[in-house]
C-alpha cells in the first residue's frame, strides 16, 4: 500500500458488517435488505462497501444508471434498482443490462417495453424490462399519484408487453421523527394503494418502503424488503431515532498530518479574512486539508481536530487545501503528527454528527461530500485489504514523465 503523506479516510469494513448483522437482526417477518449504495456509497466508495455487504443483501440500489453500471462492470451480479429517474433514451441499456429503472409514467414504460421487444426480435431470445413503480405518498419528489387514476396507470403499465414489475415502492419523508404520525400516514396510503392495484389485476412480487429509519423503529412497514442507506455507514438517520434498537459503529475516519507548527504573537492574524486575531502568543499548527477536500468550511473558527488525543481548535477560516488550528495547550505538537479530523485518537472522538451540530451541516451531506483528493483506504479484520484513490494513475504517470523532464537547477540565476 502506498503511503498516504497528506490526507486519507479509513473505512472499516468491520464496522460496516457488524452494522448489517446489527439491521438484519431488527427486521420483521423474513424482510430482506436493498443495500443503497449511491452517491459512491455516501462517500465511502461503492464497489467495496457493494462486495463487503453483498452476503447480507438482495440487491443494490443506486441514483443514477451510471452508477449502477459501476457496479456490474466490478463484479456485482446481483439486482440493482435505480431510485431516480432515467431518461427514456436510456432504455434499451436498462434492459440490455438488466438494471431496474424506477417507473412512474405511461412514457417511461412504454420506451421500456419496447426497447425489450426490439431486443427480443434482434435476439430472438425474450428480453424483459425488470421495473419498480414509484408511488408517491406524500414526499412530493417522484411517483405514481397514490389515487385510483394511478393504480389504472400501475396496472396498465403492467400489462404492456416486454414489462415486468418486479417492485413497487414508496419513500418516507418523515420516519426519522420522533412523531411518526406523517410516516404512518404515508404507509396507510402506501397500503391502499396496494390494494387498488391489485383489484386492477397487477401483482407485485416486491414491496419496500422501509428506510434506515424505518428499518430502525417502524418495523410494520419491513413487507419484502427494505432499503438501507445511511446506517449502513454507522450513522443514525437523526438524534431522534430510537438508537438502542439497532447499535451502530462508525465506519469513516478521516486523517491527515501537521505540516507546520509556529508561535505567533499578541494581534497576528489568521487565514483569510483576519477572522481570528491573537489575544496572546498561539501556537498555530497547520493542516493539508479545506474545503476542496470536502471538510466543510462552515466550521471555520468552529470546529476541532484531535492531535495528541487532544482538542485543537480551528482559528479563522477554512481555506480551499489548509487550515490552522490552535495548538497552543498541547505539548510538544511537531510536523508530521497524525491530526485525526473525524475518529478516534486516545479517548476522545470526533464523529461526523459532532461536525454537522458545530457547523450547521447535514451528516448525510458531509460523507457524501469527502472529495476526490481524499484515497479511501478499506479495512478488514483489522487489515489494510484495498485503497482507492482517484489519482493513482495520474500520480504514476507522473512520475514516468517527470523522469524525462530537463530538471538541472543549475538554470537558476546565481548558481
Ligand atoms: C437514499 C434513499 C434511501 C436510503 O435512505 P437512508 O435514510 O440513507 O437509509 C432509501 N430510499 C430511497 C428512495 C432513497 O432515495
New binding site residues.
Given amino acids: 500500500m502506498k503511503q498516504y503523506t497528506r490526507v486519507y479516510a479509513r473505512i472499516d469494513l468491520d464496522a460496516v458488517i457488524h452494522n448489517m448483522q446489527a439491521m438484519q437482526a431488527n427486521l420483521t417477518g423474513g424482510a430482506r435488505m436493498i443495500g443503497?449504495v449511491?452517491t459512491d456509497a455516501y462517500g465511502h466508495g461503492a464497489v467495496p462497501v457493494a462486495q463487503a455487504i453483498d452476503p447480507y443483501v438482495a440487491g443494490y440500489?443506486v441514483?443514477t444508471i451510471e452508477e449502477a453500471r459501476n457496479l456490474q462492470l466490478h463484479g456485482i451480479t446481483k439486482p440493482i434498482l435505480i431510485?431516480g429517474v432515467t431518461h427514456p433514451s436510456r432504455s434499451r441499456e436498462l434492459v440490455e443490462y438488466g438494471i431496474r429503472p424506477t417507473v412512474f409514467t405511461m412514457e417511461q414504460a412504454r420506451a421500456l417495453s419496447e426497447a425489450a421487444e426490439a431486443g427480443a426480435r434482434g435476439s430472438q431470445t425474450p428480453l424483459c424490462a425488470k421495473i419498480h413503480l414509484a408511488v408517491d405518498t406524500g414526499m412530493s419528489r417522484i411517483g405514481l399519484p397514490c389515487d385510483a387514476e394511478g393504480a389504472r396507470l400501475a396496472a396498465e403499465i403492467g400489462r404492456l408487453p416486454g414489462i415486468f414489475v418486479e417492485g413497487i415502492?414508496t419513500?418516507f419523508a418523515r420516519a426519522?421523527e420522533t412523531d411518526k404520525a406523517s410516516a404512518l400516514r404515508q404507509w396507510e396510503r402506501y397500503r391502499q394503494f396496494i390494494r387498488m392495484t391489485e383489484a386492477e389485476g397487477l401483482k407485485v412480487p416486491v414491496h419496500h418502503v422501509a428506510?434506515?429509519?424505518a428499518i430502525i423503529e417502524l418495523g410494520q412497514t419491513h413487507w419484502d424488503m427494505v432499503?438501507?442507506?445511511?446506517?449502513i455507514y454507522g450513522m443514525y438517520?437523526s438524534d431522534e431515532v430510537a438508537q438502542e434498537n439497532v447499535k451502530l459503529e462508525p465506519v469513516l475516519s478521516l486523517h491527515s498530518y501537521v505540516t507546520c507548527v509556529k508561535d505567533i504573537p499578541a494581534g497576528a492574524e489568521v487565514s483569510y479574512g483576519g477572522t481570528f486575531k491573537a489575544e496572546s502568543t498561539t501556537k498555530v499548527a497547520t493542516v493539508p486539508i479545506g474545503y476542496g477536500d470536502g471538510y466543510p468550511r462552515n466550521l471555520s473558527g468552529r470546529g476541532s481536530v484531535l492531535i495528541r488525543g487532544k482538542r485543537a481548535p480551528i482559528l479563522g477560516r477554512v481555506c480551499m487545501d489548509q487550515f490552522m488550528v490552535d495548538v497552543t495547550e498541547i505539548p510538544d505538537v511537531r510536523v508530521d503528527d497524525p491530526v485525526t479530523l473525524i475518529g478516534c485518537d486516545g479517548d476522545d472522538r470526533i464523529t461526523v454528527e459532532e461536525l454537522a451540530r458545530t457547523g450547521g451541516g447535514f451528516h448525510?451531506e458531509i460523507v457524501c461530500d469527502i472529495g476526490k483528493r481524499v484515497p479511501r483506504v478499506y479495512l478488514r479484520d483489522g487489515r489494510v485489504v484495498g485503497t482507492k484513490d482517484y489519482f493513482t494513475d495520474m500520480y504514476e504517470d507522473f512520475v514516468a514523465d517527470s523522469a524525462k523532464e530537463d530538471n538541472d537547477c543549475r538554470q537558476q540565476p546565481g548558481k
Fill in positions: 443503497v449511491k440500489a441514483a431510485l415502492f419513500h426519522d428506510n434506515s429509519a432499503r438501507a442507506g445511511i446506517s438517520p448525510y
